[in-house]
């Protein structure tokens, strides 16, 4: 079966940092993509950033140069360093994976791959 574990998370002060990780199992059908989404209670879900197969990444234009998103291939680990935190920045906080993006890498209803959450609080 396949399943995303993920790990990492907590509270850290504005400023701060912290680094999730996502390891996928059971993912052997072939080349899959990799995203991290975040929510927070009353909103929507939002892509936070994306990597393929070959490395290629992209962000959410509002997060680019705090959030890296990288991927250990042989690991089947995809990590999200968030660095600069701020209060905005709390939430909930998914990876996510499919082997095939209908809508586009931005779009949560795109994954069928979903990891349990970890929550993200930035206060000081």
């Known amino acids: 079966a396949q399943e995303l574990v993920q790990s990492g998370g907590g509270s850290v002060q504005p400023g701060g940092s912290l680094r999730l990780s996502c390891v996928a199992y059971?993912?052997?059908?072939?080349?899959?993509?990799m995203a991290w989404f975040r929510q927070s209670p009353g909103k929507e879900r939002e892509v936070v950033a994306f990597i393929d197969n070959l490395g290629n990444t992209r962000y959410a234009d509002a997060l680019k140069g705090r959030f890296t998103i990288s991927k250990d291939n042989p690991k089947n680990t995809t990590y999200l360093q968030m660095d600069n935190l701020k209060p905005e920045d709390t939430a909930t906080y998914y990876c996510?994976?499919?082997?095939?993006?209908?809508?586009?890498?931005?779009?949560?209803?795109?994954?069928?791959?979903w990891g349990q959450g970890t929550q993200v609080t930035v206060s000081s």
């Open positions: 996510a994976a499919d082997y095939y993006l209908r809508m586009g890498w931005t779009d949560p209803n795109d994954y069928r791959y």
């Open positions: 059971g993912l052997t059908w072939g080349p899959y993509f």
